[in-house]
């Protein structure tokens, strides 16, 4: 439970001790009577909907205290209407049969940013509840998160939301899920989570159709580290699945991986709030807090046994999350820079996936790089460095990560433009290449492909479901990452959807732009472009910065070079005082001397003076994209 730092400390320390009152839940000891699942589905197909559905219908949280979107318990992914972390909960349930279960849900994010969420929480469970909106169908990142489950080795529940909706075809979409994912579908629960129809066939088909978990209770401990958070009361709170054993309060347990020993002291479970149990056995979802002071110091994937009679064997653990985009956060008013500095320090605490490190600017002054998962993972942590922390910051252009490879042979990591080695030394550069898949409807497929095309997107298949095309390309991710899915959007009226992953590395012909104002380059301007396209681009952006530069007392050169030859030339012109206004009649030349005068302080203001790019100026360049 992430608390809410909204209520005065007094009242929160109690709300706190109430909720984590022992609540004696029963020790499952029968596996027979377990099941864990997730729930997967492409964004806005209604997984938040039903897992409010299950929860409300089972009685695990009071009408009285139920909210829409329950789970997400962040402001923004209310606001946003989308899950960022993925959450978990306990519900007891009596079937049909009189038996009554326990059921380990985790809600997913359906977003492709966040699908190392999902990912993870595939590993903590047996089974999957595949959401698939009655009228829309089968979407890009249905596949993808469907594909993680089959990975897993889940038992997979189609169930088809929004039924009510007039535009639902339940016989089409269920025909869709068999030809584009191959799984059976003509058992698809038919349900409408928002009205709550179909939920008891839901809760019956996860009983019947998803498989127990296995598990020995009298095996050493042996339990996965699912997630980690800090809270600012219990410290770190640590996410597990227990495979085998039991964890107990007052237990010493070892990470495998760092081989820390903590003792344990409380032990629980999300009923959504914290509850203190006894002990968790196998199967069992719950949580632990062990006195650990610091996130970085729970590897997420790690395997936890005891310090004594511990098991042997490590899990196999997960994948890292490798952050994909970086860019530069920088504090609008330069005073602000140890405010930013401890609000991104908070933020890392809970958010293993995002990694900073100090850069200073000529331009922008002292910042951080950052890394970053995908570009709806920069703006939720720019939204909530701003909103939460109370600091106005400014973004520099997107990049991602290229291979340079040098003469020498050496392979130097490039995440910043600026950083560009000189090109003398380089023999090739290297660019991150991803493997798109977008379902497009019929009308918009030409559209779609010439927007995959100006991208230097190669096509590596094209199929059918019904009435909609299936596009796979292989694209360059610096070119998706500007604003590849909003033109998507734009050029599809909003009906594609898109999903991607990344596949290696290719040589390109890649070259550093840099943007120079009145002969001094600007680093936080540098971007990597296409040889190809790098006039193009410098001309759309030397254009772009003479309306948003505001003019001075002398004329200012706005150019875009690659190395060390000018690509893009724009002239601002300078602010102009008329010295001769005061010169009444006489000879020619009065004129001619002011005017000459005049000339040569402005040669020398230009020597010598300074061009103030405003705030905005960079913020407005940066987000285009010609």
Request: proline share 5%; net charge negative; with cysteine.
């Amino acid at each position: 439970m992430k608390s809410d730092v909204t209520v005065s400390n007094s009242t929160l320390v109690i709300a706190i001790d109430q909720s984590l009152k022992p609540n004696h839940i029963p020790t499952m000891t029968d596996l027979a009577h377990i099941r864990n699942f997730s729930i997967v589905a492409h964004i806005d197909h209604g997984k938040s909907t039903l897992a409010d559905r299950l929860i409300q219908s089972t009685g695990t949280v009071l009408d009285r205290d139920m909210k829409e979107q329950l789970l997400d318990s962040m402001d923004i992914e209310r606001e946003r209407g989308i899950t960022i972390k993925a959450q978990t909960v306990r519900i007891d349930y009596t079937a049909k049969d009189g038996e009554t279960y326990v059921l380990n849900l985790i809600d997913t994010p359906g977003h492709v940013d966040f699908a190392y969420e999902v990912s993870r929480s595939m590993r903590a469970v047996e089974g999957s509840l595949l959401v698939v909106d009655a009228s829309q169908g089968v979407e890009a990142q249905t596949l993808a998160n469907v594909y993680q489950a089959i990975d897993a080795n889940h038992e997979i529940v189609p169930v088809l939301n929004k039924i009510d909706l007039p535009a639902a075809e339940p016989e089409r979409v269920k025909e869709q899920i068999e030809d584009v994912i191959g799984i059976d579908a003509s058992e698809a629960v038919e349900i409408s989570a928002k009205t709550g129809l179909g939920i008891p066939d839901v809760l019956e088909a996860i009983v019947t159709r998803l498989p127990s978990p296995k598990g020995d209770p009298d095996a050493p401990l042996k339990a996965m580290l699912v997630d980690s958070w800090y809270d600012a009361y219990l410290g770190v709170v640590v996410l597990v699945r227990i495979i085998d054993g039991r964890l107990k309060k007052g237990d010493r347990i070892k990470m495998m991986n760092t081989g820390a020993l903590y003792p344990v002291d409380r032990v629980g479970v999300f009923r959504p709030p914290m509850v203190l149990v006894d002990s968790l056995g196998p199967g069992e979802i719950g949580f632990l807090t062990a006195s650990i002071k610091q996130v970085r110091d729970t590897k997420v994937g790690d395997t936890i046994t005891l310090e004594k009679k511990g098991c042997e064997k490590p899990l196999p653990g997960f994948q890292p999350s490798v952050p994909v985009v970086f860019c530069g956060l920088f504090p609008v008013d330069a005073a602000e820079f140890e405010d930013l500095r401890s609000a991104i320090e908070k933020l890392q605490l809970n958010d293993a996936s995002f990694s900073a490190e100090m850069e200073t600017s000529a331009a922008l002054g002292f910042g951080f790089r950052c890394g970053f998962l995908g570009l709806l993972h920069l703006e939720v942590i720019r939204d909530r460095l701003e909103r939460e922390y109370d600091i106005d910051l400014i973004t520099t252009a997107p990049s991602v990560i290229y291979h340079v490879h040098m003469r020498d042979g050496e392979v130097v990591e490039l995440h910043n433009p600026a950083d560009m080695p000189d090109l003398t030394h380089v023999d090739h550069v290297e660019e991150p290449r991803i493997k798109a898949t977008i379902l497009v409807p019929d009308e918009y497929l030409g559209d779609v492909l010439k927007l995959c095309q100006d991208r230097r997107g190669v096509q590596m298949d094209l199929t059918y479901a019904g009435s909609r095309a299936m596009v796979v390309y292989d694209l360059p991710l610096n070119e998706v990452v500007f604003d590849f899915y909003d033109r998507l959007k734009s050029v599809t009226k909003g009906y594609a959807s898109f999903d991607y992953q990344m596949i290696g590395y290719t040589e390109d012909q890649l070259v550093k732009m840099q943007i120079l104002v009145n002969d001094e380059p600007v680093d936080a301007l540098s971007t990597m472009v296409h040889r190809a396209r790098a006039e193009a681009r410098g001309r759309a952006m030397v254009e772009k910065l003479k309306e948003l530069i505001p003019q001075h007392m002398f004329k200012i050169p706005i150019q875009a070079a690659v190395g060390g030859r000018i690509i893009a030339r724009e002239t601002l012109s300078a602010l102009r005082k008329d010295v001769t206004a005061k010169c009444y009649g006489g000879d020619v030349t009065r004129k001619k001397k002011l005017l000459e005068k005049q000339k040569a302080g402005k040669k020398k203001m230009r020597q010598f003076g300074k061009v103030e790019i405003p705030q905005e100026a960079f913020i407005s360049a940066l987000k285009m994209d010609s």
